[in-house]
């Protein structure tokens, strides 16, 4: 008796191939995270007010064309104490006179130069936003990335109560300024 | 020792039968983790790393621009550019391109657009800010910089 006869698979491995060729030139790996931010108004849209902030109530940091870093007049080389300078001037809460009042009166300046690279832009506005998402969680007793996990789905009831428990009377006042144009 | 019979076999070859199914677990992976790119890049993108990265919420409601040296710098010079939808635009049309993607949304939804800002590391810091000026008088206030995760040793997790 002959055996059935069988459909040669000898080029299964090419359809495999070709499939995953196309698939390999087609597709993208997705990526939908990043730094969230609000911007403020338009600039005609607000009245030129010039409301008084207290020199105490605002941390100036700065960044120039070179991508050199100024903290509150000071350069800094090495940024890996700038996380911890700006969460001591948040919760200060008037303790230290040249410090700021309070977190709602506390207000992080962010100034760059036209000729700013991107990267380093985003490397300080990381520890910035790292600062105020590290009080938040610890105010919210969770950890930092449960937080910005919550952050990110409030539609969820648990979520929202460690959004608004964190949150609680610290705004997250980052103001990223027009940036200079002294650079080249 | 002396016990052969006749010729030993001299070429042994690996079996090669399985490698269709390992080609097929490297096509599955790549159909789940990926999905189909819908605009050709025409800048470099060099993303930044950050730690403190936020998701997008719902994929109706990002709208991407891409900014970046153009990758053809012969045709299009090497200051960086700004593309929209597979085309480089102004400025100036920004405002313009928000009003479209807000008309693709349902009213309710219009102000919860949020624009992802897909930015080259290398671009400089004066065309985002002109981009930002022009999506602040378009109202399109809610932005997200893109960023790769950065593995940070020196925070707590």
Known sequence: ?184 | MGKFKGKVKLNQSIPTSSMPDVVFMLLFFFMVTTELRKTSLLVQQHIPNASQLRKLQRKSLVANLYIGEPRSTEQFGNEAKVQADDVFIESKDIILWVSRQKDMLAEAEREQLTVSLKVDGEAKRGIIADVETELRKANARKILYAALEKSDPGSKP
């Open chain 1, 1 to 184: 008796m002959r055996t059935t006869p069988e459909i040669p698979s000898a080029s299964m491995a090419d359809i495999a191939f070709l499939l995953l060729t196309f698939f390999l030139m087609t597709t993208t790996i997705a990526n939908d995270r990043g730094l969230m931010i609000q911007l403020p108004p338009p600039p005609e849209a607000q009245p030129d007010v010039e409301v008084k902030i207290q020199e105490r109530n605002m941390f100036k940091i700065q960044v120039n064309s070179s991508d050199n870093l100024l903290v509150e007049g000071n350069p800094m080389a090495d940024v890996s104490d700038l996380k911890d300078d700006i969460k001591k001037f948040i919760i200060n809460r008037g303790v230290d006179p040249a410090s700021s009042d309070s977190p709602e009166k506390a207000i992080v300046s962010y100034k760059t130069d036209r000729g700013t690279s991107h990267k380093r832009f985003i490397e300080i506005l990381d520890i910035i936003q790292g600062a105020y998402y590290d009080l938040y969680a610890e105010q919210a007793g969770v950890t930092n990335s449960r937080f910005r996990e919550a952050a990110s789905d409030l539609s969820d009831p648990t979520n929202k109560q460690i959004w608004e428990k964190g949150k609680n009377g610290i705004p997250m006042q980052v103001s990223i300024a027009e940036p200079t144009k002294i650079g080249n």
